[in-house]
T-cell receptor, first 114, second 113 residues
Framework: GAVVSQHPSWVICKSGTSVKIECRSLDFQATTMFWYRQFPKQSLMLMATSNEGSKATYEQGVEKDKFLINHASLTLSTLTVTSAHPEDSSFYICSAEGQGAEQYFGPGTRLTVT | GENVEQHPSTLSVQEGDSAVIKCTYS??????FPWYKQELGKRPQLIID?????GEKKDQRIAVTLNKTAKHFSLHITETQPEDSAVYFCAARFNNAGNMLTFGGGTRLMVKP
């Protein structure tokens, strides 16, 4: 149980284009999902908290107009990186919150912007 | 703001030895402390967690201890095996931050056969 999927697992896009990443909880419902960014050999940095049916809460320094989050159902949250630039290249990981407030992570999406 | 410090950043042990990773947190009202294991290129996996109403929890070779007074918690791995090699992250949930987790900087554990 508590499986979280993420799609795509990797994506290469050109500078200026937008990329959408999906995070799904496969066998449980998640009112809350989280989006993290992880740089090589570094820890997980929380970008935003995604709540089903309401606006996401962004961490300080994260541009909400650049990283659009939509949590339209209890099993799906999406992160759209708009007008991507090379500095947005990173590993993006989502997590979904279980009943006991544990977080279960997706496999991550490696974004490369050329 | 909320802060979680993790030490050491790297740890090398011989197979069969024990490994201990320590974390300290800043908010005394924190109530949930999970530990994650992340292998190279893979997702973080929850391996054990502890809530503030207990001082110790054990699951086979893995144990976590919590000292609320000192605001620190530790991960103990006994009889280490090469497959334990990974990066381990501690985290804490701060009461005034919803259900967000703040992560430590990670510990790269290497178990030499």
């Amino acid at each position: 149980g508590a499986v979280v999927s993420q799609h795509p697992s990797w994506v290469i896009c050109k500078s200026g284009t937008s990329v959408k990443i999906e995070c799904r909880s496969l066998d449980f419902q998640a009112t809350t999902m989280f989006w993290y960014r992880q740089f090589p050999k570094q820890s997980l940095m929380l970008m935003a908290t995604s709540n089903e049916g309401s606006k996401a809460t962004y961490e300080q320094g994260v541009e909400k107009d650049k990283f659009l989050i939509n949590h339209a159902s209890l099993t799906l949250s999406t992160l759209t990186v708009t007008s991507a630039h090379p500095e947005d290249s990173s590993f993006y990981i989502c997590s979904a919150e279980g009943q006991g407030a544990e977080q279960y992570f997706g496999p991550g999406t490696r974004l490369t912007v050329t | 703001g909320e802060n979680v410090e993790q030490h050491p950043s790297t740890l090398s042990v011989q197979e069969g030895d024990s490994a201990v990773i320590k974390c300290t947190y800043s908010d005394s009202a924190s109530n949930y402390f999970p530990w994650y294991k992340q292998e190279l290129g893979k997702r973080p996996q929850l391996i054990i967690d502890i809530r503030s109403n207990v001082g110790e929890k054990k699951d086979q070779r893995i144990a976590v201890t919590l000292n609320k007074t000192a605001k620190h918690f530790s991960l103990h791995i006994t009889e280490t095996q090469p497959e334990d090699s990974a990066v381990y992250f501690c985290a804490a949930r701060f009461n005034n931050a919803g259900n967000m987790l703040t992560f430590g900087g990670g510990t790269r554990l290497m178990v030499k056969p």
